[in-house]
T-cell receptor, first 112, second 114 residues
Framework: EDKVVQSPLSLVVHEGDTVTLNCSYEVTNFRSLLWYKQEKKAPTFLFMLTSSGIEKKSGRLSSILDKKELSSILNITATQTGDSAIYLCAVEAISGTYKYIFGTGTRLKVLA | DGGITQSPKYLFRKEGQNVTLSCEQNLNHDAMYWYRQDPGQGLRLIYYSQIVNDFQKGDIAEGYSVSREKKESFPLTVTSAQKNPTAFYLC?????????????FGQGTRLTVV
């Protein structure tokens, strides 16, 4: 059975700290790994990582895919209160049809 | 503006009642998806569709039904057979014909059984 596991489940840090969120997967026919940020309702897209693009960076956020270890990390440096959200990891699988398998998410709270 | 619209934002269902959640997209995406989100459980796939008039069950399809009569629309019906329907429902869509296949989400519908 396809599975995506995120850790930690929740995390509380202070502004300015650096955090690392983890995502591991066991998915047949892996195509890509995606990170989303969910603040209130709709998850918003952060990064997509594939075999041809295993490292992405945008401002204070960066992500790396380790295809050998079947895992990914999302780093956030110099955290701000606006980074408080649920961070979701999803793996896109192709098994005749395309679908996304999501992890449980990591709830990050950044204190002022 | 292109996007995904879900309605209603809040929905209350009585025991034994069927309700339908609407999802419309004008992004010209081929694929559409329905997810259920419960506290501490992330997003679980209910149904997905990649082409008009065709759809596949996800991991938790029991008690739900869908249709895909138009490319833009993918309504979800929560039937009385779904014993615990109180949850946050998210609809998403994506392209299938390029490298940029990330899913885009609607704002969600919060369903409560009363």
């Amino acid at each position: 059975e396809d599975k995506v596991v995120q850790s930690p489940l929740s995390l509380v840090v202070h502004e300015g700290d650096t955090v690392t969120l983890n995502c591991s997967y066991e998915v047949t026919n892996f195509r890509s790994l995606l990170w989303y940020k969910q603040e209130k309702k709709a998850p918003t897209f952060l990064f997509m990582l594939t075999s041809s693009g295993i490292e992405k960076k945008s401002g204070r956020l960066s992500s790396i895919l380790d295809k050998k270890e079947l895992s990914s990390i999302l780093n956030i440096t110099a955290t701000q209160t606006g980074d408080s959200a649920i961070y979701l990891c999803a793996v896109e699988a192709i098994s005749g049809t395309y679908k996304y398998i999501f992890g449980t998410g990591t709830r990050l709270k950044v204190l002022a | 503006d292109g996007g995904i619209t879900q309605s209603p934002k809040y929905l209350f269902r009585k025991e034994g009642q069927n309700v339908t959640l609407s999802c419309e997209q004008n992004l010209n995406h081929d694929a559409m998806y329905w997810y259920r989100q419960d506290p501490g459980q992330g997003l679980r796939l209910i149904y997905y569709s990649q082409i008009v008039n065709d759809f596949q069950k996800g991991d938790i399809a029991e008690g739900y039904s869908v249709s895909r009569e138009k490319k833009e629309s993918f309504p979800l019906t929560v039937t009385s057979a779904q014993k615990n329907p109180t949850a946050f429902y998210l609809c998403a869509s994506s392209r299938l014909d390029s490298l940029n296949t990330e899913a885009f989400f609607g704002q969600g519908t919060r369903l409560t059984v009363v």
